[in-house]
């Protein structure tokens, strides 16, 4: 079998205690797992936080396997970041058949992984023929959302926020809305794939941009100021520049900050 092992949020680990650190807990982690294996077990790292183990065992010993992993991970002192945060890393497993090259396997235990970061992190999970078509559907998905982005394609729709006591319109919230030709793609459907590949940079400044456009017609053009509510993701707030460029918003549109929530 081949185990696919990925480091959970390891970018966030680089983020807290730097790159230096974060290779040196990639060289301790591959240190632990080495000595866990199986000595005719082979493990190699593939980049990143990514590894990849080659296990000369059946289905069940490649599970006790991912289990003893994970356990070692999780429990190994000198893998937590600033002696406090916990170390997860996720495993797919795909079985080494000398019918299929040496690429698919990988493939597909890459895929298995990427099913376990879905839905659960720090575990294991193998490949099955139903995580390949959800993954090609995903990766078509990841290729429309990166025209879709570089094209801004984005429309904004307003939705009223209205007092219970008076039917007054107090304020408008904006909603991202995105139709691929005639086909509508709900956010709960985009928005997690865009925070995971970073493109929600890209796609919360178009949509804040549009917003504050609209903010500025309806003061100077309708005068009719409102107050509008814009939906942000901690993915941009947690950029470093999101504050800077927010304030060059505010100023290339004449917004008043009061105005925004």
């Not at 290779?23 to 000595?35: A, F, P, Q, S």
């Not at 939705?159 to 995105?178: D, H, T």
């Not at 993701?233 to 008043?256: G, H, L, P, W």
């Amino acid at each position: 079998h081949l185990l696919y092992l990925d480091l959970d949020d390891f970018r966030r680990v680089n983020t807290v205690v730097g790159f230096a650190e974060g290779n040196e807990i990639l060289r301790v982690c591959g240190e632990v797992i080495t000595g866990l294996i199986p000595s005719k077990d082979k493990l190699f790292r593939i980049n990143g936080s990514r590894f990849a183990l080659i296990h000369f065992g059946d289905l069940a010993s490649a599970s006790q396997l991912a289990r003893e992993i994970i356990k070692v991970v999780n429990d190994e002192e000198k893998l937590r970041t600033n002696n406090y945060f916990r170390q997860g890393i996720s495993i797919g497993i795909s079985e080494v058949d000398c019918k299929k090259d040496f690429n698919t396997i990988v493939n597909q235990a890459e895929i298995a992984m990427y099913k376990v970061k879905e839905l659960r992190k720090n575990d294991y999970e193998f490949f099955n023929e139903l995580h390949e078509q959800e993954y090609k559907k995903l990766l078509e998905l990841e290729g429309k959302l990166k025209n879709a982005t570089k094209d801004n394609v984005w429309s904004v729709y307003l939705q009223p926020q209205v007092s219970v006591e008076n039917n007054e319109i107090l304020g408008l919230e904006a909603l991202i809305r995105w139709f691929d030709g005639d086909r509508y793609i709900p956010p709960v459907d985009f928005i997690p794939l865009a925070e995971k590949n970073g493109l929600i940079i890209n796609i919360g400044d178009d949509v804040i941009q549009k917003v504050f456009a609209l903010m500025r017609d309806c003061r100077h053009k309708y005068k009719c100021p409102l107050r509008f509510s814009i939906n942000v993701s901690a993915v941009e707030i947690f950029d470093v520049t999101f504050i800077k460029r927010i304030q060059s918003y505010i100023n290339e549109y004449d917004i008043d900050p009061r105005d925004v929530t």
